[in-house]
């Protein structure tokens, strides 16, 4: 069976495409179609490009509406569910929140100074109104301070674009992952019967066999307390967790609920689980140990 690899840089990470049981001239022009599509994702949903439908937003002022794209639209109602399904511990009006840990990461603020300045972000945020249409791509500033950042469900929303334009050119065996963090899995079990999968604690170590799902990861390990609270607008919460895994048939979900997941309970996360059915399963890492929900 021939597999084909593709590499491609785009949001700020490499995206890696894998195809089998198709022929070369058929992987190679759907590789530059899924790239494509990638790329003018990016361009539309970074906030890091000028004329971007995030950067737009971002400049609103009081008073100002704006017309979206169908998916910037379809990304920011998706992200108002996650939001309210994960209890707030998912959001994607932190762009201010990002710029002050970067600035202190770099040793431009000192310690004092970032936890000043998050507090003050943290209050224009609290302040801001913004109202996405529920019925129609427009969205309406009322009073801003909130500015958007995509950055924890971007990748899994693309991945979740590429998934479309695989179904229409009937490429049913492949992968493509979004950096370490998001990879997409697909299979006609008479090819492929699963894609494997390592997922890893301190002393533990499991190779899951994968069909047609995708799994997101966050945690704490490569990159350090980089994830935040929200709803406090910090970063001081004790981790419960080293790692977390989420698989989702949706990977907006998958992508989004790893970050979510991160903050919140067993309990609180036992429940969201058994109540949504894109959510297949959680993992995760703690004192040495791989444990699974359900």
């Not at 932190?94 to 972000?121: S, Y």
């Not at 009073?143 to 009937?170: H, N, T």
């Not at 090819?191 to 997922?199: A, H, N, Q």
Request: glycine share 4%.
């Amino acid at each position: 069976m021939e597999t084909y690899r593709y590499e491609h840089a785009a949001m700020a990470t490499e995206f890696v495409l894998t195809i089998k049981n198709e022929e070369e001239d058929y992987a190679n022009n759907a590789c530059q179609q899924v790239f494509d599509l990638v790329d003018n994702l990016e361009n539309r949903l970074s906030r890091f490009i000028a004329d971007s439908d995030i950067s737009r937003i971002n400049r609103m002022k009081a008073g100002e509406q704006m017309a979206l794209d169908f998916e910037t639209w379809e990304i920011i109602r998706k992200s108002i569910d996650i939001s309210a399904l994960s209890y707030g511990t998912f959001d994607i009006g932190v762009a201010k929140h990002m710029d002050v840990f970067r600035a202190a990461k770099q040793g431009i603020l000192t310690e004092f100074e970032m936890t000043n300045a998050l507090a003050k972000v943290q209050e224009q945020k609290q302040n801001a109104r913004l109202f996405v249409d529920p019925d129609k791509p427009m969205i309406y500033c009322v009073e801003p301070g909130m500015y958007f950042d995509l950055g924890a469900i971007g990748k899994g929303y693309a991945l979740d674009q590429v998934k479309k334009l695989m179904l229409d050119l009937e490429i049913e065996t492949y992968s493509i992952s979004a950096g370490e963090s998001t990879i997409h899995f697909e299979n006609d079990h008479t090819v492929l019967p699963f894609w494997t999968y390592p997922i890893s604690s301190k002393t533990k170590q499991k190779t899951l066999e994968l069909s047609n799902v995708t799994v997101s990861a966050s945690g704490t390990y490569f990159q350090g307390n980089h994830i935040f609270d929200p709803r406090k607008g910090s970063n001081d919460f004790l981790p419960e967790f080293d790692r977390v895994w989420v698989a989702a048939t949706d990977a907006g979900y998958s992508d989004a609920f790893s970050t979510a997941f991160f903050l919140l309970s067993i309990e609180e996360i036992e429940q969201i689980v058994a109540e949504n059915e894109k959510i297949i399963w959680m993992a995760y890492s703690k004192d040495g140990t791989l444990n699974f929900v359900p």
